[in-house]
Nanobody, 117 residues
Framework: QVQLVESGGRLVQPGGSLRLSCIFS????????MSWHRQGPRNERELVAT???????RYADSVKGRFSVSWNNAISTWYLQMNRLKPEDTAVYYC???????????WGQGTQVTVSS
């Protein structure tokens, strides 16, 4: 059973930076199919960034140039580096793994990011 555990969310001032982590366990880590999503105060859910099952990295327009993903295969961890944060980035951030098979779609429990002065 795959488990995803996010961490790193906290209160940060506008313009600040934050790095979120997602630890993947339960099978061998493969970054293809990993993604970060967020759900804001109005309950809208947005795909923030992903490495597709074909290995292509994509970002939402709202975060391009500010956010970036990385990973460490040795410790099965997926990261979201967030720079130049804005109040509208306030949300619960979730990591997800979906291998595109229709059988494997797992979500973490989420970590709260609040951008406010």
């Amino acid at each position: 059973q795959v488990q995803l555990v996010e961490s790193g969310g906290r209160l940060v001032q506008p313009g600040g930076s934050l790095r979120l982590s997602c630890i993947f366990s339960g099978r061998m880590f493969n970054v293809n199919g990993m993604s970060w999503h967020r759900q804001g105060p109005r309950n809208e859910r947005e795909l923030v960034a992903t490495v597709t099952t074909d290995g292509v990295t994509r970002y939402a327009d709202s975060v391009k140039g500010r956010f970036s993903v990385s990973w460490n295969n040795a410790i099965s961890t997926w990261y979201l580096q967030m720079n130049r944060l804005k109040p509208e980035d306030t949300a619960v951030y979730y990591c997800r793994w979906n291998d595109g098979s229709g059988r494997n779609d797992y979500w973490g429990q989420g970590t709260q990011v609040t951008v406010s002065s």
